[in-house]
């Protein structure tokens, strides 16, 4: 029986890219999606929201914002949100690194 396998960016697939992030997807799970983000610096991701669809934002480096519906957070390197079905969410990077972050998501990808 297989207990586990350790998460490796090698098995991962560029999901989006362009001059504000990249974005790289392990679907290696039947029902979860493991995809971390590069945010540039002064960019910000699309805000959106998901119908049927949690995520959990896990900030790995650099420091930002936030945005759950109308409420702004700072984030850093540790922070972790929980976003619930149908909850609009935007990350900003105010600083002068690149800020990265992890998602976990059920299903598949469909933003």
């Given amino acids: 029986m297989k207990i586990g396998s350790r998460f490796k960016l090698d098995m991962a697939e560029i999901a989006k890219q362009d001059d504000r992030y990249v974005v790289e997807d392990n679907n290696t799970l039947n029902n979860l999606v493991v995809s971390t983000t590069q945010l540039q610096p002064a960019c910000q991701t699309n805000g959106h929201i998901h119908i049927g669809q949690e995520e959990v934002y896990i900030f790995t480096h650099g420091a930002g914002r936030m945005e759950i519906d ?4 700072d984030v ?3 922070d972790t949100f929980l976003i619930e079905d149908g909850v609009f969410h935007k990350v900003y990077n ?6 990265g972050f992890m998602c976990i998501f059920d299903g598949r990808r469909n933003h």
């Fill in 70 to 73: 109308d409420a702004l957070f």
């Fill in 76 to 78: 850093s390197v540790g």
């Fill in 94 to 99: 105010n600083g002068h690194e690149a800020l």
